[in-house]
């Protein structure tokens, strides 16, 4: 079984300041993991995925995350927020063992404050 | 590369209504998924392709909600009889094959 945790539904920074989207992951299997981001009436966007390569991964528009096994966890980052940053994030496990199910989590709804 | 298409992006019926939704995945993606998103959650699978074979539908409430995928490309999401609780965006989305590429949505409100 697998699951995921977005530990804050609602993250709100000021533009120019870092981004923390927190998430923790459980999965019976070495997992693969990913973050979709989803703007205001938009489809779900791939942002970075990981697939036991590097464990710190690096996105689209400056965010990257990092896979700590030990801690169970792949918390989204990104230095400097902007604007254009404000939308709902996704984080997404994958168990690997033969199914490409993907298990979402609750979402974090990131406001950025001009 | 062209993305994962879908029609209608709204629609809205009454309840007790029927209503298909239509969904032309990436070309060359075998698996094609349906997730139902109700807001405030995340995406809920609803039924996994691969081809034109069902692989996995155990959370489609298949008393009212069927799905095909005729010659394994195009595929129909349809619900007969709608209910109040089905207001959701419809997810389609095709895999290369563990990443997932989502299609834009069709936003369903039942009244």
């Known amino acids: 079984a697998q699951s995921v945790t977005q530990l804050d539904s609602h993250v709100s920074v000021s533009e120019g300041t870092p981004v923390l989207l927190r998430c923790n992951y459980s999965?019976?299997?070495?997992?693969?993991l990913f973050w979709y981001v989803q703007h205001p009436n938009k489809g779900l966007q791939l942002l970075l995925k990981?697939?036991?390569?590097?464990?710190l991964v690096k996105g689209i528009n400056g965010f990257e995350a990092e896979f700590k096994k030990s801690e169970t966890s792949f918390h989204l980052t990104k230095p400097s927020a902007h604007m254009s940053d404000a939308a709902e994030y996704f984080c997404?496990?994958?168990?690997?063992?033969?199914?490409?199910?993907?298990?979402f989590g609750k979402g974090t709804k990131l406001s950025v404050i001009p | 590369e062209a993305g994962v298409a879908q029609s209608p992006r709204y629609k809205i019926i009454e309840k007790r209504q029927s209503v298909a939704f239509w969904c032309n995945p990436i070309?060359?993606?075998?698996?094609l998924y349906w997730y139902q998103q109700i807001l405030g959650q995340g995406p809920k699978l609803l039924i996994q392709?691969?081809?034109?074979?069902?692989?996995?539908d155990s959370q489609l409430p298949k008393d009212r909600f069927s799905a095909e995928r005729l010659k394994g490309v195009d595929s129909t999401l349809k619900i007969q009889p709608a209910k109040l609780e089905d207001s959701a965006v419809y997810l389609c989305?095709?895999?290369?094959?563990?990443?997932?590429?989502f299609g834009p949505g069709t936003r369903l409100l039942v009244l």
């Open positions: 989305a095709s895999s290369s094959p563990e990443t997932q590429y």
């Open positions: 999965s019976s299997y070495s997992p693969s």
């Open positions: 070309s060359g993606h075998a698996t």
């Open positions: 990981y697939t036991s390569a590097a464990t």
């Open positions: 997404v496990v994958h168990s690997g063992a033969g199914s490409y199910q993907l298990t």
């Open positions: 392709f691969q081809n034109n074979g069902v692989v996995d």
